[in-house]
């Protein structure tokens, strides 16, 4: 028997999907509850007594985000044998999945609310935390390098770190913006062009 409320051939995990998939398209303010039953295909006492609160939807919807959407993007980071080919392959994946077209583009972690909310700040909050963990990433990434000496001692890798997050949050705007994968594929050659100045090297 299914819980109060919920159809009996509910798929918890589609419903989800097709949620998150909303969020990312028009953001956390701009998706109403009648946006969210028409998508999963729920009433609203369904998706109450399945999620709880707006809220919460959007911050289980940004949860699966994370781990179905772009994984192959940080997983750059450790695959490439050099910190320089690791940005490089990071850009390079951002830019092609920030572009397709099956999907909305850009990304939901950067777009999907950036002005505090009215429920408490908890989505900006949420939001803020997982681009401070990419930002973690990428400076640890280039902390590796230092300490293998790739990167001289005296590398600044949190300045770097932003840069590039800087980068590919700029990316995401773009592609919401209409921008092509070869136009973001420049921005990742101009951003290239700044990471030889700022190793000091032209090598990868």
Known sequence: MSERGRPRTFDRT??????????????????SIADLTAAMGINSPSLYAA?????ALFLEATEYYTHAEGTEIWAALDEASTACLAIENFLRRTAKAYSQTDRPQGCLIALGALHQDSSSGAI?????RRRAENLTALCKRLERAVAEGELPANFDCRTAATFFATVQHGMSIQARDGA??????????????AWKTMAGTDSA
């Open 51 to 55: 999620f709880g609160s707006k809220e």
């Open 14 to 31: 589609a419903a989800l999907r097709r949620a998150m998939e909303l969020f990312w398209a028009k953001g956390y303010e701009g998706t």
């Open 124 to 128: 900006c909050a949420d939001l803020r």
């Open 180 to 193: 092509s994968c070869t136009a973001l594929m420049a921005t990742v050659a101009g951003a290239m062009a």
